[in-house]
């Protein structure tokens, strides 16, 4: 599904930056103009802006609930869930 009409950007390259923020740095903001940046895109028109929003919402809310595996464990193939025990 197409999340940005004017970059082109699917809802699982979103889904996928977020995974690689939150292991790269679990404490850095998750707004969208930061998960473009590592798209190397910009907004244009921004009204994308809120269902990335919704996403990064939805995957947090999952991390919570343990549903979502989002941060992978340092030096093993496995992953844990956010919050939860390796
Ligand atoms: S739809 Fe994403 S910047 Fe316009």
Redesign the pocket.
């Known amino acids: 599904m197409i999340v940005?009409?004017?970059?082109v950007i699917k809802r699982a390259e979103v889904q996928a930056v977020i995974r690689q923020i939150m292991a790269d740095d679990p404490t850095q903001a998750l707004e969208p103009h930061c998960i473009y940046r590592v798209l190397n895109k910009r907004?244009?028109?921004?009204?994308?802006f809120p269902t990335v929003c919704r996403i990064v919402d939805d995957m947090l809310a999952d991390a919570v609930t343990g549903a979502a595996v989002l941060m992978p464990l340092a030096g093993r193939d496995e992953a844990i869930p956010l919050g939860g025990t390796a």
């Open positions: 940005c009409h004017c970059n907004g244009r028109c921004c009204c994308c």
